[in-house]
Nanobody
Framework: VQLQASGGGLVQAGGFLRLSCAAS????????VAWFRQAPGMERVFVAR????????SYADSVKGRFTISRDGAKNTVYLQMNTLKLEDMAVYYC?????????????????WGQGTQVTVSS
């Protein structure tokens, strides 16, 4: 499966963005998906994940209550709605996928990933 992340950009603190992860190739509904982010000089860290069916989601504590992950099977796309953005949310965001009911919160749990999309938050 090929993944294409998009939707990043420049936003003021307190603002919002919606990231998209579009998939092509294999049957995307068989894949659990997660978003990770990586700030300069830092490790890639877990943000949110969603199961094959979309019925199970989980979030990093740092984004809980502000970010929402969802998926649209008809569009083969997973979204990350990011509200009330903070300076510390600034990073490159990656979507990753694995052929499983749900993946873990570790980047190594996933077999496919896209090129990332930059999120910049200004004060």
């Amino acid at each position: 499966v090929q993944l294409q992340a998009s939707g990043g950009g420049l936003v003021q603190a307190g603002g919002f963005l919606r990231l998209s992860c579009a998939a092509s190739g294999r049957i995307f509904r068989r894949y659990a998906v997660a978003w990770f982010r990586q700030a300069p000089g830092m490790e890639r860290v877990f943000v949110a994940r969603i199961s094959q069916s979309g019925g199970i989601t989980s979030y990093a504590d740092s984004v809980k209550g502000r970010f929402t992950i969802s998926r649209d099977g008809a569009k083969n796309t997973v979204y990350l709605q990011m509200n009330t953005l903070k300076l510390e949310d600034m990073a490159v965001y990656y979507c990753e996928a694995v052929n499983a009911v749900i993946g873990g919160p570790e980047s190594g749990s996933y077999d496919y990933w896209g090129q990332g999309t930059q999120v910049t938050v200004s004060s």
